[in-house]
């Protein structure tokens, strides 16, 4: 299924073709499958190269996974654990002394971003979700005092749609929106 965004301007097609699938198959994948998107994560851009985020995997079948399907939130407990792996990225938000570190979470927005830029270069699909306990993820993996959780993403090979309930499969298909381009970007503000 091809879900390519039809843009105002031609982009690299690796960024006009990733999208956020929610069905996928039943494949398990391995530490190799995901090594090329966590070495694209681990050279993503930080303040001071401070490198803050931090990430914890489950692959479908281990306690990790279950783990943090467990925290999920809404219609994503009903999809996501079809994935082949389950990621919890975190970002250390404070320096030992306790000082507040305000670029972390940009700076784990970037890595997350490479991470899935690479994984659909290399085939995979990649979903981030919001609605997670983030605070049950924190206790569940015990991290260490300035780490915190933000997100989940979910990681596989794409799935048909035929295999959510009916109103996600809907959701699937639909072509992909976003606001124009010049509702989002202004020059000469002033």
């Known amino acids: 299924m091809s879900k390519t965004a039809v843009t105002s301007v031609p982009i690299h097609s690796v960024l006009a073709e990733r ?7 039943d494949q398990i994948l391995t530490k190799a499958d995901l090594a090329p998107a966590f070495e694209a994560a681990r050279w993503s851009p930080s303040a001071n190269n401070a490198q803050e985020w931090r990430y914890i995997v489950g692959f479908r079948g281990d306690a990790t996974f279950d783990a943090i399907a467990k925290t999920l939130a809404g219609w994503n407990a009903t999809w996501a654990p079809t994935a082949g792996a389950l990621v919890v990225a975190a ?26 830029v690479q994984a659909h270069a290399d085939g995979l699909h990649v979903h981030q979700m919001a609605g ?12 260490p005092a300035g780490i915190k959780s933000f997100v989940v993403f979910a990681v596989g090979n794409l799935g048909s749609p035929d295999a959510l ?20 970007v202004f020059y000469s503000a002033l």
């Not at 999208?19 to 198959?25: A, D, F, I, Q």
């Open 165 to 184: 309930p009916e109103q996600l499969a809907e959701r699937e298909v639909k072509p992909r929106e976003r606001r124009p381009l010049d509702e989002t």
């Open 132 to 143: 997670t306990d983030t605070a049950a993820l924190d206790e569940a993996f015990n991290l």
């Open 91 to 116: 970002a250390q938000v404070e320096d030992a002394e306790g000082k507040a570190n305000p670029f972390a979470i940009y700076d784990l927005g970037q890595s997350v971003a490479h991470f899935s």
């Open 19 to 25: 999208w956020s699938p929610r069905s996928y198959t």
